[in-house]
């Protein structure tokens, strides 16, 4: 090949490298397909999920539409962590959490209106380990209700028959649901759930949420320190 045209393909190349570009990120699929259940957040979130059902299904059927946002809203949560932990890249996952803790803030908002409009009581002092629930411990649980394979450890369904007859409110009576054998859960009612317990766990899984951003987006600013380590190396080999 002539001289000229290798120079010419030489300065092309250095030309290309002295360019600003995004950096190439390396992947990160997980060897698991749920390794999102070992992340606290997505434990919180599942658990803000569960008291919500239990706060929203007591709510009168005029609410009809704070009950379906609410409940959008914490399944919102959940399922943005889980969905971006399966994400190929690191900025599609911080992306993600974007979406969850937004939506963590629209449910909060929620919880705010309902104290507000008289649906849900105020108890200052109240908490979630005034209900006995230690989030480490229904960490452990959930992540077991995942994972394992022994009913006696993963929790059991009830009758899922559709029952017949209404409740002393005619209401239908509930399909029996999943019961993941921690008491302080599955045995809490509606009524037993104030304004402070929510908020709660809502700045608790504000918190987590936020420090797992912080560290993937530390992350990614290594990624891209490599990647400019690699593209220096590259134009100064073709320099020479």
């Not at 390794?35 to 009168?60: E, H, M, Q």
């Not at 803030?105 to 006995?132: M, T, V």
């Not at 899984?205 to 190396?233: A, G, H, P």
Request: with cysteine; proline share 3%; hydrophobic share 35%.
């Amino acid at each position: 090949m002539p001289s000229d045209i290798i120079q010419e393909l030489v300065d092309k190349t250095l030309r290309e490298l002295s360019q600003e570009q995004k950096p190439q990120e390396r992947s990160r699929i997980s060897k698991t397909s749920n390794g999102y259940i070992f992340l606290v957040a997505w434990s919180n979130a599942s658990l803000l999920r569960f008291l919500n059902r239990k706060f929203t299904d007591s709510l009168p059927r005029s609410e009809y539409r704070l009950k379906a946002q609410a409940d959008d809203s914490c399944r919102s949560v959940v399922a943005n962590i889980e969905e971006g932990f399966a994400r190929q890249t690191t900025s599609e996952y911080i992306n993600f959490l974007g979406y969850s803790r937004a939506s963590l803030i629209e449910e909060k908002g929620d919880i705010q209106r309902s104290l507000q409009d008289g649906f849900l009581k105020s108890i200052p002092g109240s908490s979630l380990k005034g209900l006995k629930i230690d989030l480490i411990e229904w960490h452990e649980i959930l992540k077991q209700s995942v994972i394992s394979k022994s009913n006696r450890i993963k929790g059991i369904y009830g009758d899922l028959k559709e029952p017949k007859g209404k409740d002393a409110d005619n209401r239908q009576i509930p399909v029996k649901s999943f019961k993941f054998l921690y008491s302080p859960v599955d045995d809490l009612k509606g009524e037993d759930l104030t304004y402070e317990v929510f908020i709660e766990l809502i700045n608790k899984t504000d918190w987590n949420i936020r420090k797992l951003v912080e560290s993937l987006e530390k992350k990614l600013n290594q990624d891209q320190k490599f990647y400019q380590v690699e593209k220096m190396r590259v134009y100064e080999k073709f320099k020479k």
